[in-house]
């Protein structure tokens, strides 16, 4: 699996990530700085919400139109644990950055949250459309699998938000994930050998697999 960081500035953290093969997750709501890594660009929806403000749209705007074109893939704009009202709001988006001429080309992600189904993006999930596991926590990990699983019926890829553990990582590869982030291995340079080597177990797995008869 693919890990990527919370943008951080600390450049011990920074070296320790880079060396350990790690990429950043740059937020619409952080310092639009890449620091010489591959990256993905989050829209920031989370940090209104905990702050109890509306999506800041300007701040979006400015991302996109900075990192947009370079970026791994954009996280749609959504609502937190908004269901289909989430999903609306990102359609409603897809439908904008599509006719930006300076994002021909672009990824995204769709976030799914607690109350859809499936059945509600099934139809939209590939051509350059994944999904992007959102949602409280309880029903992150309970139904990651099935986002999973569609995500790779359509070719596209799953990606799982705030993984911080290796319980969680080892979960995320259980479920079939490709990639997930976290914001612990860009506080503390200490906490990322645990936790890349958790992310690295599956290609361990499979490597003694292939070699036994």
């Known amino acids: 699996m693919i890990g990527y960081a919370s943008r951080t500035g600390t450049r011990r ?4 990530l880079r060396h ?4 950043l997750m740059v937020s619409a709501r952080g310092p639009l700085r890449t620091e010489g890594f591959r990256y993905a660009l989050d829209n920031g929806a989370r940090t209104a919400f905990q702050r109890g403000e509306p999506f800041d749209v300007p701040a979006f705007d400015k991302a996109v139109t900075l990192l947009g074109p370079g970026a791994d893939w ?3 704009p959504d609502i937190v644990t908004g269901g ?20 021909c080309g672009a990824h995204y992600l769709l976030a799914v949250q607690n109350g859809m189904e499936p059945q509600d993006i ?7 459309i994944g999904v992007f596991v959102g949602g409280d926590t309880p029903w992150k990990l309970v139904t990651m699998a099935t986002w999973a699983r569609l995500a ?7 990606y799982v938000g705030r993984v911080n553990t290796v319980r969680r990582i080892r979960l995320c590869a259980a479920a079939g994930a490709d990639s997930f982030d976290g914001s612990g291995v860009s506080r503390f340079a200490s906490a990322l050998p645990p936790l890349d080597l958790a992310r690295r177990q599956p290609d361990i797995e499979g490597w003694l697999a292939r070699r036994r008869p």
């Open 20 to 23: 350990a093969g790690w990429r």
């Open 152 to 158: 790779h019926e359509r070719v596209a890829l799953c």
């Open 74 to 76: 954009i996280v749609l």
């Open 122 to 128: 099934a139809p939209l999930v590939g051509s350059g």
């Open 13 to 16: 953290n920074l070296d320790a």
């Open 84 to 103: 289909l009202a989430s999903l609306r709001f990102s359609l409603d988006w897809l439908e904008t950055l599509r006719n930006r001429p300076d994002l």
